[in-house]
């Protein structure tokens, strides 16, 4: 048995997914949807707003025991995630590629940043996450009397939101999830992540990205929402749909406090998907 929690903060918001997996299957243990008095700003130079931690802490505590490792949704510009084709094959010359694309694409030295990324076939994904937003997360998992911590960006929390859906089939999907922290993105194709993009959240960006799933030249089938989609008149041709978040999962041991959330799924798409991100690395590793 494992377990984690995932949490996406929207400023004084905090939306919380607790999941457990067993065996080959995946609980749904607990949902948080609420606000608090003071926001968290990832600010390291900044000490965590003690009602912030207070109240953080009184709403994991309600959830059931282990919580697991506190698996964070990074979203907005908290990170910086880049498609790059791979020019070398060895794991060694990658990792120097890699470092050499960040040195390029970011502002600041790329020694600020904690850098990782996933090699697909001839690309690879990057991301970049700042030392001081790595080190405002661990000043509140210490606030709070927790040691395990995981950080997930966006597009891949909300691509890992899909897999136990099994929503992402042969042929091409899109998914989009949008809330007050910024637009996301994500394309797939035959179950391999092949686009990503961030943007702010004005519904400009959505209309762009479904003008690309529109293409002629890759056909998309499906285009999943998720969080504060706008009303859209869809083109007669293109295919929209709510992402179907917890289906897959098993949530018939969830809550009675809980159940009513399961009609707003679409809000937990991030924090959802930092908790099985977590979940699915503790696999692989």
Known sequence: MSTATGIHILGNTLRVAHIEKLDNAYYLRGLINQRVSEAFDFDPQKEVPEPFV???GQALEILSKPLGTLSFCLSGSL???QKVPLEVAGKEDLHEQILWEASQALISPIDNS???FIPVGRVAFWTAVRNGVIDAHETLC?????TRMHLSVAPLALFCTGLPAGVWKSG????VHRDPAGSFYISVENGILIGV?????????LKRWLSLARSPHRTCKQ????????????PADLSLAEHPIFR????AHLPKRDRAKLGHASRFALAFGAGLHKLMISETS
């Open 248 to 251: 897959g999962i098993d949530t």
């Open 197 to 205: 993009e961030t943007a702010g959240p004005d519904s400009s960006n």
């Open 79 to 81: 990170y910086h995630m």
């Open 172 to 175: 091409r999907q899109m998914a």
């Open 54 to 56: 207070e109240e953080l």
């Open 223 to 234: 285009v999943y929402l998720s969080g504060d989609i706008p009303p859209i008149d869809p």
């Open 142 to 146: 210490s606030a709070l009397g927790e």
């Open 114 to 116: 904690a850098i990782d």
